[in-house]
């Protein structure tokens, strides 16, 4: 079983029971519309005429006909502080639990919503959120043979995180003329419950996303097949495109090497010849940016896509190779409103450090007052961006300089997301081109190998 986090810190939650749910006490809950809001006690629970149902420290809800019963949450977020943020209604199977949110600071008076349910039911969901559930089966089963690992890597990590603390998430160094900030995001945060819902863990998005057999049957076929290393299950990580190359697991998290999520692999068959690398040297990294090479990755066909990409991806076509422009005033409010930092006007945007896949780890930020180092990945996508760049692989074009003063920085990038292991819309056209689930893993994890975690 797993506990899953699909509303945290809300002020009110709005659901629809469908078919009848029992609370630990063994007290039936008809169908209906219910509304919970915070008490002194706990929680409030009324139905649609406004009755009172209970008033409780949690409420926990167990479908009486799991096969049958579901619940329906409203505004549930997803993609939180990426370009795609929105808010939906979702349909769940297993059970609703409802509590107090940890009383610390802003969260206090607000309430938690967890779903527990079996981890391949779980997975399912997962492998049809993040990816289409129509895309190829031998993609589907590779996802869910990750996903399951991610999961109990995952799961495993937080049992020990009593004998050990987990690494730092942030390094800051002291206030100098030019300080370095370096942030990047955990994934064993979660101390509530077992995982979240959204991008920050995998995207779980409840029944809807599951729309075929293949889904359900790439689950059944791998079912308790995880990837390994050193007798370890891997903490197999993943993301949207590459851009044409892997990127290492340094790169966006703590400071220390994965053998299975090295960096530097080629997204195709073989390295293109006419690109040279490695891509940490800063001329092989902008001709790899501002060239196309033959990647599984460089996917442009519009109808193929959509029966790769899940609803919510659709929009975004320009994955591969993209660009943004930032002009000098968002510029300057950006790095103020993210790192809290007046650097007046921005001179320069220096790359001083990439990854295996031309990604930035390291960026300097000089402006007329100081100047700033930021990394990792992740922190550089956020500062230069209201949402979140969709890569940190990209070159910096000043354009209309006046007194050594940009009116406007263009960014020619590559890729959507940290890179970071398997490459979801290359996989898929591998999976297209005929290989196996087997094939995509070695292709993105060797030296990995696929074990049996439980039958």
């Known amino acids: 079983m797993v506990s899953v986090s699909l509303l945290t810190d809300a002020e009110q939650i709005r659901f629809t029971l469908t078919g009848e749910f029992r609370t630990p006490k063994g007290r039936i809950v008809p169908p209906g519309r219910y509304r919970a809001t915070p008490h002194p006690a706990g929680i409030e629970l009324r139905d649609a005429q406004d ?19 579901v619940f329906t949450l409203e505004d549930v977020p997803i993609g939180k502080g990426f370009h795609w943020e929105q808010k939906a209604t979702q349909s769940y199977a297993g059970t609703l639990t409802i509590r107090a949110s940890p009383s610390i600071s802003e969260a206090s008076g607000r309430l938690t919503v967890i779903n527990e349910i079996p981890a391949e039911t ?15 089966v031998e993609f589907l089963k590779a996802h869910a043979v990750i996903s399951r690992s991610w999961l ?14 987990p690494p730092p998430s942030e390094r800051e160094a ?30 779980y998005y409840g029944l809807s996303p599951v729309t075929s057999d293949a889904a359900m049957a790439a689950v059944a076929e791998t079912h308790g097949q995880v990837l390994t290393f050193h ?5 197999a990580r993943f993301s949207k ?10 790169s966006a998290w703590e400071d220390r090497d994965v053998p299975y999520l090295r960096g530097g692999r080629f997204d195709g068959v073989e390295w293109p010849a006419n690109f040279p690398h490695p891509l940490t040297i800063e001329a092989h990294a902008v001709t790899w940016i501002m060239g196309f090479p033959p990647a599984y990755c460089h996917m442009t066909n519009s109808r193929e896509l959509d029966d790769l990409l899940p609803e919510i991806d659709r929009p975004t076509r ?33 790359p001083l450090e990439r990854g295996a896949s031309s990604r930035l780890v390291r960026l300097r930020l000089v402006g007329e007052r100081r100047s700033v180092v930021v990394g990792k990945e ?14 940190s692989a990209f070159v910096v074009f000043p354009e209309d300089v006046r007194w050594g003063i940009p009116r406007r920085f263009r960014l020619r990038g590559a890729g959507w997301g940290h890179g970071v292991g398997l490459c979801q819309i290359g996989a898929a056209i591998m999976a297209q081109q005929g290989r196996t689930y087997r094939e995509i893993l070695a292709h993105y994890y060797a030296p990995a190998e696929i074990a049996l975690a439980y039958t």
């Open 241 to 250: 495109c590459c851009g044409g190359a892997t990127e290492d697991y340094r």
């Open 152 to 165: 109990l890597a995952n799961l495993a990590r937080r049992a020990n995180e009593g004998e050990s603390p």
């Open 174 to 203: 002291p206030e100098t003329p030019e300080p370095e900030i370096r942030r990047w995001t955990n994934r064993t945060t979660h101390r509530e419950f077992d995982v979240c819902a959204d991008d920050h863990c995998q995207r």
């Open 231 to 235: 007798g370890h299950v891997c903490d």
């Open 122 to 136: 779980y997975l399912k969901s997962v492998i049809s959120s993040e990816m289409s559930a129509r895309a190829p």
């Open 51 to 69: 009755r009172l149902v209970g008033i409780a420290a949690t409420f926990s809800l167990s479908p009486m006909n799991p096969a049958m019963a």
């Open 378 to 391: 992740l922190e550089i996508r956020r500062v230069l961006s209201w949402t979140c760049l969709y890569s």
């Open 318 to 350: 320009d994955f591969f190779r993209w660009e943004r422009t930032l002009e000098q005033e968002e510029l300057q409010a950006l790095v103020k409103g993210r790192l809290g930092l007046d650097l007046g006007a921005i001179r320069r945007l220096e």
